[in-house]
């Protein structure tokens, strides 16, 4: 099976604009989560989708969002940039269906900086 | 979750086991352990993980004590490629409510 995709790898953006990644999970996997990492916080939980719907939720103000289509696919949003969201943003995939243990798989990430 | 506690570093030649311990000494019933590795800028990548046995699989295997308080990841054969940081966690599912953290790791360093 092809492993969880990330769209764009790396991403360059100014103070202020807004940005879109997308993530495509592992065929079958219905769970989609989102993380930040950086070096000073470490892997940050932002949010999990499940069947399109926004199943959990981090510690992370509005201007991040996201959503989950009918094929899983996901995509999180980043409104009004700041210099403090420069991070690498992981995808992580799942089966999502309750069943113990439920291991998530993570995509390659978006480098996104923002100057 | 349970809280784990790795060594930050260790060295390994090349061709040799390399042996990256975990202690979780407050691990529940019913958590599992879990290995994650991330080479330097890319995603984590799932290793292994088990409950109460032993498990092996193509890249590694993973001891677990009796008591369950610690377990040991085993990479038989290193190569140049296994250096990365390993982390150790412990979870009852998946992500849970707030999704996965790790902590920080072993460096792990395989020397040529």
């Keep these: 099976k092809a492993g969880v995709t990330q769209t764009p790898r790396y991403l360059i953006k100014t103070r202020g604009q807004q940005v879109t990644l997308s993530c495509s999970p592992i065929s079958g996997h219905r769970s989609v989560s989102w993380y930040q990492q950086t070096p000073g916080q470490g892997l940050q939980f932002l949010f999990e989708y499940f069947s399109e719907t926004q199943r959990n939720k981090g510690n992370f103000p509005g201007r991040f969002s996201g959503r989950q289509f009918s094929n899983s696919r996901s995509e999180m949003n980043v409104s009004t940039l700041e210099l403090g969201d420069s991070a690498l943003y992981l995808c992580a995939s799942s089966l999502g269906s309750g069943g113990a243990p439920d291991t998530q798989y993570f995509g390659p990430g978006t480098r996104l900086t923002v100057l | 979750d349970a809280k784990t506690t790795q060594p930050p570093s260790m060295d390994c030649a090349e061709g040799r086991a390399a042996n ?33 046995n032993n498990e092996t699989n193509e890249m590694a295997s993973l001891i677990i004590t009796e008591d369950r308080k610690s377990s040991t990841l085993i990479l038989p054969h290193a190569t140049l490629r296994d250096t990365a940081v390993y982390y150790c966690i412990v979870i009852l599912s998946g992500g849970g409510a707030d999704g996965l953290t790790f902590g920080k790791g072993t460096h792990l360093i395989i020397q040529p």
């Design chain 2, 20 to 52: 990256l311990p975990c202690n979780h000494s407050t691990i529940s019933g019913n958590e599992y352990v879990y290995w994650y590795r991330q080479i330097h800028s890319q995603g984590p990548q799932y290793i292994i993980h088990g409950l109460k």
